[in-house]
């Protein structure tokens, strides 16, 4: 397709700061790489961490040079334009309505905001109930705070969707006696973009039980053309009143470096609780570089070239779907709705071939495909894989591994 932006560029990210590239390159990350390391010959093609190989829009490195040319940095309160970029970007992305300043707040991080929701609504010991797969940080968070984690895992319908199994749901949250949720939307690890009626469905049934929910929605932008995002708080008023929403522009337009994640809280009684847990640790500060970033990448040029990237990740995505399933036999995936990252099921692949998912990993990354083990995100036998990156490095990746690994 023609674009007016370039997403064709292969940036030089290694020794930029990129743990992407740096990890894998140095033989760093042993725990992500299965002790595997990219052997001599093969350049590294970055498709595990959830960040994009791709230049951001160029409205923000204008607006940070600009901040940065003046010299003083010192303390600062959120700009007005702050509260105003991001009611308008949610007004005009997703069709949200009543939306004030008094509602967003600032949090260092969207998994940081979700671990401070959920110390603010459990105690040590409480069960947590979530989908899975699941995204590993979510794991993370409940074990390193001594909270139960209750998986409801997704099952497929007849058309192959991955949907949420209600039944299985509701027994889990009567028999642990639940009272707080993570829901993930659009979904990580498995794309999906949920339909208004599953999400009005989910919570229905949180509303009965008297579930609060923690809504992860820090890929709401990243759906594929003609996919739109719901907002879970635009379901029902009452799904507006029981859910802390997480958002950031750092999927979207590949600034998690900078650190500018906010929440979206509409009942006043969870609002206060929250921003109260928040900003007891006084930790919990914006960056003034962030703000910035936020203001430039929520504009009218920020539309358009998500717009583009959208269409980008669309053709890379129905590209390695189409190479997996015309040359990798016993490898299974869905085409993701949503996000950039593929979850391939590798089950019947590895025990036609009498291996494992770690030496199927090790195998990629020592020919210089760095893709993710997805046992950490409750896959058995899966990889996660990410294809944020220019056409052709996907398609250097896809050749190295029909060459070299699924042999």
């Known amino acids: 397709m023609n674009t007016k932006y370039d997403f064709t560029t292969i940036l030089e990210r290694l020794g930029k700061d990129a743990i992407a590239v740096d990890l894998p390159a140095s033989g760093g990350g042993a725990n992500f790489f299965a002790d595997a390391k990219v052997q001599e010959g093969f350049s590294v093609i970055p498709m595990w961490v959830a960040d994009m190989n791709f230049a951001t829009v160029p409205t923000v490195p204008k607006a940070l040079a600009e901040r940065v040319s003046h010299p003083a940095y010192g303390y600062f309160e959120p700009a007005e334009a702050y509260y105003n ?45 979530l989908q899975s797969p699941t995204y590993i940080g979510f794991t993370h968070c409940a074990e390193d705070n001594g909270w139960n984690l209750v998986l409801n895992p997704l099952i497929q319908d007849a058309e192959g969707v991955w949907r949420i199994d209600y039944d299985d749901l509701e027994e889990k949250i009567r028999n642990h006696h639940i009272h707080t949720a993570v829901f993930c939307s659009p979904h990580n690890p498995m794309g999906r973009v ?96 962030s703000m910035h970033a936020l203001i430039a990448a929520y504009s009218p040029e920020g539309q358009e070239w998500l717009d583009e990237l959208r269409q980008i990740l669309k053709e890379n995505i129905d590209y390695a779907v189409t190479f997996i399933r015309t040359n990798f036999p016993g490898v299974k995936t869905t085409c993701p709705q949503g996000t950039y990252m593929l979850f391939l099921d ?62």
């Not at 970007?89 to 905001?113: K, P, Q, S």
């Not at 990243?222 to 950031?248: F, K, N, V």
């Not at 036998?381 to 042999?407: G, W």
């Open 85 to 129: 970029s991001i009611i308008r970007w949610h007004e005009e992305r997703y069709g949200t309505t009543g939306l004030h300043a008094d509602c967003i707040g600032y949090e260092n991080g969207v998994l940081g905001g979700v671990v401070s929701a959920l110390r603010t609504l459990c105690q040590p010991g409480d069960s947590i109930v």
């Open 194 to 289: 949920w339909e208004e009626w599953e999400i009005r469905k989910l919570m229905e049934l949180y509303q009965k039980y008297d579930v609060i929910v923690i809504s992860d929605e820090i890929w709401a932008d990243l759906t594929m053309p003609g996919i739109r995002h719901i907002p879970t708080q635009m379901i029902s008023e009452d799904a507006r009143m029981r859910t802390i929403a997480m958002y950031a522009p750092s999927k979207t337009f590949n600034l998690a470096g900078l650190v500018g994640s906010y929440h979206i809280i509409y009942n006043p009684v969870l609002r206060d609780r929250i921003t109260r847990a928040g900003s007891a640790t006084h930790y919990n500060s914006m960056n003034m570089l």
């Open 346 to 407: 590798c089950t019947e692949w590895c025990g036609t071939h009498h291996t494992d998912i770690g030496a199927l990993q090790k195998a990629g990354i020592e020919v210089g495909v760095v893709w993710q083990d997805g046992r950490p995100f409750h896959g058995d036998c899966h990889i996660r894989m990410n294809l944020a990156l220019p056409h052709s490095l996907v398609e250097e990746a896809f050749c190295r591994l029909k060459t070299y690994v699924f042999v």
